[in-house]
């Protein structure tokens, strides 16, 4: 199956960006709406997976005063394990300015996914909405 990436562009993909998060965060993880759905949605940059036209995953990434913030992946469960996740993780990274941080707060069962991308733990593990997370950032070019 192939992934396709593309950057949300209008209101009609921002619908499917949220509907994708709230099947996985809202229904499936019991996080409440209030908290999935934040204050960071105007100022965040989406991405949508499709395979064979379907939208399948959606990831987002935001500057913050640390750095570039990647969060809120998400992949509807009959296309986990197909490199949704992967695709999406590197088409992001591609978009980015590798001279400044980028972190993400990974869910403690997806440490070592976010390791093959190249990703380094750091810090202690933390409690975010119930669900144990680590912090994780990618290397700065010229470091």
């Given at each position: 199956?192939?992934?396709?990436?593309k950057?949300?562009?209008?209101?009609?993909?921002?619908?499917?960006?949220?509907?994708?998060?709230?099947?996985v965060?809202?229904?499936?993880?019991?996080?409440?709406?209030?908290?999935e759905?934040?204050?960071?949605?105007?100022?965040?940059?989406?991405?949508?997976?499709?395979?064979?036209?379907?939208?399948?995953?959606?990831?987002?990434?935001?500057?913050?005063d640390?750095?570039?913030?990647?969060?809120?992946?998400?992949?509807?469960?009959?296309?986990?394990?197909?490199?949704?996740?992967?695709?999406?993780?590197?088409?992001?990274?591609?978009?980015?300015?590798?001279?400044?941080?980028?972190?993400?707060?990974?869910?403690?069962?997806?440490?070592?996914?976010?390791?093959?991308?190249?990703?380094?733990?750091?810090?202690?593990?933390?409690?975010?909405?119930?669900?144990?997370?680590?912090?994780?950032?990618?290397?700065?070019?010229?470091k």
């Open positions: 199956m192939e992934v396709n990436i950057i949300v562009e209008n209101d009609q993909e921002k619908e499917l960006v949220l509907s994708i998060r709230r099947i965060f809202i229904k499936e993880l019991n996080i409440p709406e209030y908290m759905i934040d204050h960071n949605e105007d100022s965040a940059t989406y991405v949508l997976a499709n395979i064979e036209s379907k939208y399948v995953g959606t990831a987002r990434w935001r500057v913050t640390l750095g570039i913030k990647l969060e809120r992946f998400a992949v509807l469960s009959k296309y986990r394990s197909c490199g949704v996740g992967t695709a999406m993780t590197k088409f992001i990274l591609k978009q980015l300015d590798h001279t400044k941080l980028i972190y993400l707060n990974a869910q403690e069962s997806a440490i070592s996914f976010y390791e093959k991308l190249g990703f380094d733990s750091i810090g202690s593990k933390f409690d975010e909405v119930g669900i144990a997370h680590q912090k994780m950032i990618f290397p700065i070019v010229g």
